[in-house]
């Protein structure tokens, strides 16, 4: 994925307004897992739009959890307005669960913003789609149901009956997703196999693993391979979307840009730029508007589209129907 590199810079955008904490320029502190990429950009042109007074600085943790603590810590000296966070692995480590008895070691007494948290439920970031269940969070959903999903891979392949994953056991939206797949799979008829990518690496696995894996999938026998939730796999899309056109297997992915940049075969997704300008619009409504963000219900995209990639699906022998094609982008 092409970065879009803000990293430790601020982007400062003009108009008086009242806020959450005081009028004046507000300084929105934005924490991020892989780069300011496509969403990143989407809440800063937001914001930018909004002609709201506000600066946005971004932070990479470059998938450490290390650097986690030294943002919280950031984020309280220069006393942040708002607190956005990208991914389920960041919004816990910035955020915290639900239920977590430390709150001194975590971002809880200034309005937070997460986005890109594939489940917010199961992870223990919030409580429900009606709120988050905490005074000082507010947040994004952006997935379509995983059911979509699979009704998407029969549309093109009608004895579809194996799906294969593979997943990041350091990621918990990563392990969180194999599970979701695992009901799944009982309740709509197909056969799962998942692998996890590097076993027993307690740090970012070894991406020179992933073709192996791709490989052991199709010794498995699968029929199409879900990308599932992942940032390691979106990060090294070129080498597992590869992979998976060289074993002669499809991919669907939930982010399209691995569809339009990489060789995924398609996606069902909502576009990445408009995620970001929902949790843009989430900070308006606190540090503009003056909403409590725990009054605020997790915002949820309602537009997604279908994109395939057909210079993919020449070199599989895979052409989604008519049907598909007449509602869907095609990229070459």
């Avoid at 430790?8 to 929105?28: D, F, P, R």
């Avoid at 969403?39 to 007074?53: A, L, M, P, R, Y």
């Avoid at 080498?239 to 840009?257: C, D, K, R």
């Avoid at 970001?276 to 989430?282: D, K, M, V, Y």
Wanted: proline content about 5%; some cysteine; aromatic content about 8%.
């Amino acid at each position: 994925m092409k970065k879009l590199h803000y990293f430790a810079s601020a982007l400062a955008v003009s108009l008086l307004a009242c806020g959450w904490v005081q009028a004046g320029e507000k300084t929105i502190f934005g924490i991020f897992w892989e780069g300011c990429e496509h969403g990143c950009q989407g809440f800063i042109d937001t914001i930018k739009d909004s002609e709201f007074d506000a600066k946005v600085l971004i932070r990479d943790a470059m998938q450490d959890r290390d650097k986690l603590p030294e943002f919280i810590i950031e984020a309280r000296e220069i006393d942040a307005d708002l607190v956005l966070t990208y991914g389920t692995s960041v919004t816990l480590g910035v955020a915290g669960h639900i239920n977590n008895s430390e709150p001194e070691n975590f971002i809880s007494k200034r309005p937070l913003v997460f986005m890109y948290v594939s489940d917010p439920f199961g992870s223990g970031i919030a409580e429900s789609f009606e709120g988050s269940g905490r005074p000082h969070v507010a947040g994004t959903f952006n997935r379509v149901p995983e059911a979509v999903n699979i009704k998407t891979i029969r549309t093109i392949q009608p004895d579809f009956d194996h799906l294969g994953i593979l997943f990041n056991m350091n990621e918990r939206n990563s392990a969180l997703k194999v599970k979701e797949m695992e009901e799944l799979s009982k309740e709509m008829g197909f056969e799962l196999t998942a692998l996890e990518i590097d076993p027993g690496n307690q740090n970012v696995p070894d991406s020179a693993l992933i073709p192996g894996k791709v490989a052991e999938l199709a010794d498995a026998g699968v029929d199409f391979i879900y990308l599932g939730s992942s940032s390691f796999l979106r990060l090294n899309a070129d080498v597992f979307t590869g992979a998976a056109v060289q074993n002669g297997l499809p991919i669907l992915s939930p982010y399209e840009e691995v569809v339009r940049e990489q060789d995924a075969l398609l996606s069902v997704a909502a576009r990445a730029a408009d995620v970001g300008a929902l949790a843009a619009q989430q900070a308006l409504k606190i540090l503009r508007d003056g909403k409590e963000p725990g009054d605020l219900p997790i915002a949820r995209v309602t537009d997604f589209a279908y994109v395939v990639n057909m210079d993919v699906a020449k070199k599989l022998g895979m052409y989604p129907p008519i049907e598909l094609l007449q509602i869907a982008e095609v990229v070459e």
